[in-house]
């Protein structure tokens, strides 16, 4: 499988260096933002280090779509928020700081400001229990 040594995310993919994963198959991986903008914010990747749209494949992008709706149901299950911010992306000028194909789910309620980052660590425990609600959730939709 294609990896970058220093790419974060590709590490996660190896194993060395920890994640609040939440699902994993032959080719996606799910886990939870480090620095979540709020609870629930989980990010899903290709196995394989794909730097952007540019670069991913039309299999891998099918393969994060199927997983994509049983994750936003999931979400919606385990948090129950008003509305789900789907999102992704390409390239430093649109915002991207990890250069690692990876789209964002991140629910919202209403009245809450919009953000697409954070800098603030979340607590280790809560993103856990996060997971594991994810996980959980996971298990009962289609």
């Not at 394989?48 to 891998?60: C, L, M, W, Y």
């Not at 400001?113 to 607590?123: E, F, K, M, N, S």
Request: charged share 25%; glycine share 8%.
């Amino acid at each position: 499988m294609n990896h970058q040594e220093n790419c974060i995310f590709c590490q996660i993919v190896r194993g060395t260096i920890p994640a609040h994963r939440v699902h994993e198959d032959e080719e996606t991986l799910v886990f939870m933002d480090i620095f979540p903008v709020a609870d629930g914010h989980t990010l899903i990747i290709p196995r394989a280090h794909r730097e952007n749209i540019f670069e991913i494949t039309a299999d891998e992008i099918g393969a994060i779509g199927r997983v994509s709706r049983r994750i936003g149901l999931a979400i919606r299950q385990a948090f129950a928020p008003e509305g789900l911010m789907v999102f992704q992306l390409n390239g430093a000028a649109a915002g991207q700081t990890v250069f690692h194909y990876h789209m964002h789910f991140m629910p919202r309620r209403e009245g809450e400001p919009l953000a697409l980052h954070t800098r603030v660590a979340g607590d280790p425990a809560r993103l856990a229990e996060n997971a594991r609600r994810i996980a959980a959730a996971l298990e009962t939709v289609e």
